[in-house]
Structures are given as C-alpha cells and as structure tokens.
C-alpha cells in the first residue's frame, strides 16, 4: 500500500514538472483566461487620501487614467470571471504599482471597487448591484434608496442622517464601521440636507442633495480622513 502511495506522488510531482507548475513558488503577475462575450460593468474609486493620481489597470492594460484622490470612473466593460488589479501611479510602469490583487468579477452584473485606506497599505472594497434592481425598484414612485459606504481613514464609525432643523435630525441609515457599507435604505424622494454623524451625535459632514428622482439609488462614501472629511455620490439608474 505504501509503495502504491509513493508511486502515485511520484506520477503526480512529474505531471506538474511537465506541465511548468511548481509547489514551491507563486505567479505574481497571473493572466486569467478570457471568456469571450461575457462581460460585467465596473467602476473605480479612487479613496486613499495620500495617494497620487493613479492608472488603473485590469489586466494587462489600463482602463481608467490619471484618476486623483475622490475620482471615480463611469461604468466600464470588464470581461467576467478572475480578473488581475493593479493600481499604478499614473503614467508609470505597471511594475511600479502600489495594489495588486486577483479579484472575481461576477457575469452579467453591476460592480463598484473602491480603494482606500493609505499608500502604505491600500485595501479594496468591492459592492454589487443586485440582479432585480429594475424590478425591485419600477413601481416606486415617491421613494429612493440610499446607501452609507465608510472608506473615511478616521477608524469612526458614521451614519447618514437627514437634518430637520440645527437640533434635531432623522437617521437615514444606521452607524456603519470603517471600511464596511449598509445595505439600501428605502426614503421619501425629495431634495433634502443631509449629513454625516459621528458616533456621538455631531455633524461630521453637511451636505445638500437632491433625491428627486424616484426609483433611482444613490451610495453615499465618506472619504478623507481626521484633516478633512468629504462625500462622494454615486447614482444607478433603474433602467441600467
């Protein structure tokens, strides 16, 4: 029974050595296999507060230019399946990159990738819109989903709320950690004044903002960091 064993790991140690696949060392710069066709749609945001403008690249090539601290891209075609991330300074080499990193991207769907947190060590956080977006949201008519993300590199935690008057307030989407996001929150649609709230009840961030448009979703980032504090607003529309 032991020889048998030995023999099969022996076969198996030749079968790699042939094919070029070593235990013993990894692929830093794999190139995944392309499935022609299938396609998903992706946008980047670029949250890391000390970071330069970057090129963002999937795969071999570049797909979003010279995008500085709080830019993000449209929604771009990226081919689904195990795609190869790199953020690179822009206009460098794709040697010279700062992130790295093999990510799934799901078929015939809707991504967001953010990075942030610091050069030093950026982190990627990834949301996906549903597959019934349309359906779920064709028969509002007076109403609109929010969404909190918090890539802010204050280590808080912050909720959305929506301001009544200088001393009382309504919450919109619950206390979300740092480095996570809330699900959608149904709200009356309408152009309101918002803000960002620390833990402790303060305004961290005022903003104004229209949600007018029934039906439609909205991802609000707290971005920045213990200098300054900002929000970016992503928009879907239903039909997309």
């Not at 010279?96 to 769907?109: E, G, H, K, Y």
């Not at 309504?170 to 918002?194: H, I, Q, W």
């Not at 833990?199 to 200098?227: C, D, K, M, W």
Request: hydrophobic share 40%.
């Amino acid at each position: 029974m032991r020889q048998k064993l030995l023999q099969k790991a022996g076969l198996l140690s030749l079968m790699l050595l042939a094919t070029g696949v070593f235990l013993s060392g990894c692929i830093e710069e794999p190139n995944p296999p392309v499935l022609d066709r299938v396609t998903s749609q992706v946008r980047f945001v670029h949250a890391v507060p000390d970071g330069p403008a970057v090129d963002i690249w999937v795969d071999g090539a570049p797909v979003a230019t010279n995008v500085g601290f709080k830019g993000y891209s449209g929604y771009l075609t990226v081919n689904s399946g195990n795609r190869f991330l790199r953020v690179v300074p822009a206009g460098a080499d794709s040697s010279a990159a700062i992130f790295r990193q093999l990510v799934a991207v799901r078929s015939l769907t809707k991504m967001t990738m953010a990075f942030f947190n610091s050069v030093a060590e950026v982190n990627l956080l990834i949301t996906q819109e549903r597959f019934t977006y349309a359906d779920e949201t064709s028969m509002l008519v007076d109403s609109t989903d929010v969404k909190l993300i918090n890539l802010a590199g204050t280590g808080e935690a912050y909720s959305l709320e929506q301001k009544i008057d200088e001393q009382t307030s309504k919450e919109l989407v619950a206390p979300v950690n740092a480095g996570s996001l809330s699900a959608y929150n149904r709200v009356a649609a309408g152009t309101m004044d918002l803000f960002i709230a620390r833990s402790n009840g303060s305004r961290a961030f005022e903003f104004n903002h229209a949600l007018s448009t029934p039906g439609y979703r909205y991802s609000f980032i707290a971005v920045g960091n213990s200098g300054g504090l900002e929000v970016l607003t992503l928009q879907d529309e239903p039909t997309n």
